[in-house]
């Protein structure tokens, strides 16, 4: 996942997204490239319980773009394999529900 999102998120990759969809990309400096354990450990040091943990969305630069609907179904599917059987860190957005305890 940090090798994509570096990918991703480089200047010409945005450039390039940009002149396919003809429109601005939004900055990126809302995203942040953090590890699951980092933000597991952020969590339960910060006196977080982890009640249920999520993984989803895979972005493959290239194959998104140029692949049209086809690709969209394939990584759909791969993105479904991937959940059900990982590895999950290739998966680009991590959700995390939490508790705080008293």
């Known amino acids: 996942m940090e090798l ?21 990309v939004v900055p990126t400096g809302h995203i942040s490239v953090t590890d ?4 597991l450990r952020m969590l339960r040091s910060s006196g977080f319980s982890i009640l249920k943990s999520s993984y989803f969305g895979l972005y493959l630069p290239g194959l998104a773009e ?10 759909r599917r791969l993105e479904a394999l991937i959940q059900r059987f990982g590895p999950e860190q290739l998966l680009w957005t991590q959700l995390h529900v939490a508790r705080r305890e008293k």
């Open 4 to 24: 994509m999102s570096r990918l991703a998120l480089s200047r010409p990759m945005i450039g390039l997204t940009r002149r396919i969809y003809r429109e601005p």
């Open 36 to 39: 699951r354990g980092s933000i």
């Open 66 to 75: 140029f692949g049209g609907a086809r690709a969209v179904g394939w990584l």
